[in-house]
């Protein structure tokens, strides 16, 4: 891979010194939106460092980097690695106290990164604010997310509704991905990213591990950015369905009480196998089944294979979890967030 450097203070004005935090934006074919997201970053009313990671676009992005006026450093990946295993690879090169996660899709407004700092603050003793998500709307200004919240079943969900469309800040369970500004001390304390989810739920699994090692995770009203919502991705696609439902069960594995994650495993494969029944049975006995990509019998058969592959790895991050994240139980934090 290669890495173009230019210093913090070349581009903000700044000194070094007063640089707080490092801005990292994945991209992956992101020619058409990524400039946005650039010249947001560069509009910031506040000094940071911008280090973008270039998947191994295809497409003209790395054109649209080089030719940027904010000349922001690029590490190129020789192959997509995906979103969690862009961040994964960046922070070997953060040295900011703070590192930000930025969709490449994503454009904050100029006082979206003075707002996450503040809402972080100077405090990092125990039971101290680990991270601060931001506020995500649609470019019709509809609320996207302010976080993600842990539904009854382990997904982890946007955040959204009344409460949040009024504009108070507050705790969440965790983060959403798209735009976050983290202590890299407490990510570094963790573990980091899980790269090998490839892409989403890095940002759940990431925000159980804080709660169990005992941090905070809360929204920032004030920090708002415009965010296109899958101009990178395909929602809704197989690959989507696919990483979605695997990574969901991973974190579980990972992170979540023992009988909770068994729970689902069972559940999940439950249904895969009811599945067939339900759509070829005898036309009296036979129940309709959603179109949806994630109850194709194929797919969900991928899945659990996957799962059972990384099964002997992933039970041994979960023996490491538990060592090193003892501050908060699993089941207490599964009391206090889930269904919520």
Same mark, same amino acid.
């Given at each position: 891979?290669?890495?173009? %450097?230019?210093?913090?203070?070349?581009?903000?004005?700044? @000194?070094?010194?007063?640089?707080?935090?490092?801005? /990292?934006?994945?991209?992956?074919?992101?020619?058409?939106? %990524?400039?946005?997201?650039?010249?947001?970053?560069?509009?910031?009313?506040?000094?940071?460092?911008?280090?973008? &990671?270039?998947?191994?676009?295809?497409?003209?992005?790395?054109?649209?980097?080089?030719?940027?006026?904010?000349?922001?450093?690029?590490?190129?990946?020789?192959?997509?690695?995906?979103?969690?295993?862009?961040?994964?690879?960046?922070?070997?090169? /953060?040295?900011?106290?703070?590192?930000?996660?930025?969709?490449?899709?994503?454009?904050?407004?100029?006082?979206?990164?003075?707002?996450?700092?503040?809402?972080?603050?100077?405090?990092?003793? $125990?039971?101290?604010?680990?991270?601060?998500? @931001?506020?995500?709307?649609?470019?019709?200004?509809?609320?996207?997310?302010?976080? &993600?919240?842990?539904?009854?079943?382990?997904?982890?969900?946007?955040? &959204?509704?009344?409460?949040?469309?009024?504009?108070?800040?507050?705790? /969440?369970?965790?983060?959403?991905?798209?735009?976050?500004?983290?202590?890299?001390?407490?990510?570094?304390?963790?573990?980091?990213? $899980?790269?090998?989810?490839?892409?989403?739920?890095?940002?759940?699994?990431?925000?159980?591990?804080?709660?169990?090692?005992?941090?905070?995770?809360?929204?920032?009203?004030?920090?708002?950015?415009?965010?296109?919502?899958?101009?990178?991705?395909?929602?809704?696609?197989?690959?989507?369905?696919?990483?979605?439902?695997?990574?969901?069960?991973?974190?579980?594995?990972?992170?979540?009480?023992?009988?909770?994650?068994?729970?689902?495993?069972?559940?999940?494969?439950?249904?895969?196998?009811?599945?067939?029944?339900?759509?070829?049975? $005898?036309?009296?006995?036979?129940?309709?089944?959603?179109?949806?990509?994630?109850?194709?019998?194929?797919?969900?058969?991928?899945?659990?294979?996957?799962?059972?592959?990384?099964? $002997?790895?992933?039970?041994?991050?979960?023996?490491?979890?538990?060592?090193?994240?003892?501050?908060?139980?699993?089941?207490?934090?599964?009391?206090?967030?889930?269904?919520?």
């Amino acid at each position: 891979m290669t890495s173009s %450097v230019t210093s913090p203070a070349d581009r903000s004005g700044a @000194s070094a010194d007063r640089v707080r935090s490092t801005v /990292v934006v994945v991209t992956w074919r992101g020619r058409d939106h %990524v400039g946005a997201c650039l010249d947001a970053l560069a509009a910031q009313d506040h000094p940071h460092r911008t280090l973008v &990671v270039d998947n191994a676009s295809d497409d003209g992005t790395a054109e649209v980097l080089a030719a940027h006026p904010s000349q922001p450093e690029v590490l190129r990946m020789p192959r997509n690695r995906g979103y969690a295993g862009g961040v994964a690879a960046a922070l070997a090169s /953060v040295r900011t106290p703070l590192v930000a996660w930025l969709n490449d899709d994503a454009a904050p407004e100029p006082g979206w990164l003075a707002a996450l700092e503040n809402a972080l603050g100077e405090d990092d003793g $125990p039971g101290a604010v680990a991270a601060a998500s @931001s506020t995500l709307l649609a470019p019709d200004g509809r609320l996207q997310s302010v976080g &993600v919240r842990l539904t009854a079943d382990g997904y982890g969900a946007d955040a &959204v509704g009344a409460d949040w469309a009024e504009g108070a800040d507050g705790e /969440v369970f965790g983060f959403c991905g798209g735009a976050v500004l983290m202590r890299m001390a407490d990510l570094c304390a963790i573990s980091g990213v $899980p790269a090998r989810f490839f892409c989403y739920y890095e940002d759940t699994d990431t925000s159980w591990r804080l709660r169990l090692a005992g941090r905070r995770i809360v929204h920032v009203a004030g920090a708002r950015a415009t965010h296109l919502h899958g101009a990178s991705a395909e929602p809704g696609s197989v690959r989507f369905h696919r990483w979605n439902e695997r990574n969901r069960l991973l974190t579980l594995l990972r992170c979540a009480p023992a009988p909770v994650a068994m729970r689902e495993v069972v559940r999940f494969a439950a249904i895969t196998c009811a599945l067939p029944v339900r759509r070829y049975a $005898p036309r009296p006995l036979r129940r309709d089944v959603p179109e949806a990509a994630n109850f194709r019998t194929t797919l969900r058969m991928r899945v659990l294979g996957e799962v059972a592959v990384r099964m $002997p790895w992933t039970l041994a991050e979960r023996l490491a979890i538990g060592r090193r994240a003892a501050a908060v139980g699993r089941a207490r934090v599964w009391r206090e967030w889930a269904g919520r």
